[in-house]
């Protein structure tokens, strides 16, 4: 499901991210979530940046914030895991038409990267992936990964994807009782998206 807005996350200062992580890790957060994504949002002057209105900007750093603590909760039950998968999504594809060369298979259901083009950030997730012993999905839907998941016994998954749909996605894999990380869009739009290599690197 995208978010009904777009936002743009990539000229927003690192140190916007590295507060995300403190401000998730302080205590008793549930009882000032609000209030705390509020203060990030004005801080980092996001609203500036992005353009979002309020309302957007705070369900925004909400799910960020959100997206973080899972992976945290979680950390210690993903790096015991073996068998792992890596899905990635297609909207961050340099081409979205017909210039990119992935293959679809509709049984997985995902593409499998032709690595057609080196600046492709997908390309490099792939390889990245691949050199960890990732089996790498690019997905072109949320609703591939229960069908993802039924055909291939994996213990640990790492999702990239925007915000929503992550937090989507844990409760999946909760449910089924995998252990997972997650990596959030720092670009949404559903084409000509992209994410942090580097935080991929480190998730993984
Ligand atoms: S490098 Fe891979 S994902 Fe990127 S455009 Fe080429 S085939 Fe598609
Ligand atoms: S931005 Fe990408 S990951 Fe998010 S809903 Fe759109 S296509 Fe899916």
Request: glycine share 8%.
């Amino acid at each position: 499901m995208p978010y009904g807005f777009s936002f743009d996350l990539s000229e927003i200062s690192k140190s916007f991210f590295r507060e995300l992580a403190r401000v998730s890790h302080e205590r008793k957060l549930h009882k000032k979530f609000g209030v705390r994504a509020r203060y990030l949002a004005e801080k980092f002057r996001l609203q500036e940046i992005t353009g979002l209105d309020v309302p957007n900007a705070l369900q925004l750093v909400e799910d960020l914030i959100d997206v973080h603590m899972r992976n945290v909760s979680e950390r210690e039950n993903f790096v015991k895991t073996k068998k792992r998968a890596l899905f990635l999504p297609h909207c961050a594809r340099k081409y979205m038409d017909s210039r990119c060369q992935a293959q679809f298979n509709p049984e997985l259901p995902s593409y499998k990267c032709a690595h057609c083009s080196p600046d492709c950030i997908v390309n490099q997730a792939t390889t990245l992936g691949e050199s960890k012993g990732y089996d790498v999905y690019i997905l072109p839907g949320g609703s591939c990964v229960p069908e993802i998941l039924k055909k291939n016994r994996y213990e640990g998954v790492v999702g990239v994807s925007c915000s929503q749909e992550l937090k989507l996605g844990g409760e999946y894999l909760k449910y089924m009782g995998l252990a997972g990380q997650a990596v959030p869009l720092l670009k949404n739009g559903c084409a000509k998206t992209t994410f942090s290599l580097g935080n991929l690197k480190k998730i993984l």
